[in-house]
């Protein structure tokens, strides 16, 4: 069960090892933790939110700065706990990050499945003109406004070591 008391918050120092048992349990793997402790290394990050369970952490994010363009976040990797997908954790844990981007004035873009992310608030209208190394059809937009920017996306090298 999720504790409605303290619904999502910045993750804290001494989680981590929680965090990335969480990223390694959602995925089924390793990557996703290594793409942390790497982006970590490397100083992109710009913030790491989670909800706190009654058995430890549900659900994570991290936000990390884009080398370009400047002032861009990259939305990666979003996890909710196994047993606790589909009950709308993280739908709800979205919709609360794109109305932050919406209110503060930041950009952040998120590659992904497009359904789960345009219902907690992306826009895959507003990626159409962006260039990414990876798949634009994938590339969602959240943020200020209802243009459709043309960019170059330049992620963190720790993306690239993956």
């Known amino acids: 069960m999720v504790q409605s008391h303290d619904f999502m918050r ?6 981590e090892a929680e965090v990335e048992r969480l990223l390694q349990k959602a995925f089924g793997g390793n990557d996703e933790a290594r ?3 790497l982006l970590r290394k490397q100083g992109a990050i710009a ?7 009654e058995d430890g952490i549900a659900a994570y994010y991290a936000l990390s700065h884009f080398v370009k363009p400047k002032g861009w976040l990259c ?9 606790l997908q589909g009950k709308g954790i ?8 794109t109305e932050w981007a919406r ?3 930041n950009t952040v873009v998120v590659l992904g499945e497009v359904g789960f992310y345009e219902r907690g608030g992306f826009s895959q209208a507003r990626a159409a003109r962006l260039s990414s190394p990876y798949p634009v059809e994938h590339t969602l937009l959240a943020g200020p406004g209802s243009d459709v920017p043309e960019a170059e996306l330049v992620y ?3 993306f690239s070591a993956l």
């Open 10 to 15: 910045e993750m804290r120092a001494g989680e």
């Open 90 to 97: 993280g739908r709800r844990m979205m919709g609360l990050l």
């Open 47 to 53: 913030g790491e939110m989670v909800i706190p369970g």
């Open 156 to 158: 963190p090298t720790a």
């Open 35 to 37: 793409l942390v402790r």
């Open 103 to 105: 209110i503060s004035g």
């Open 75 to 83: 939305l990666a990797p979003v996890a909710v706990r196994p047993d």
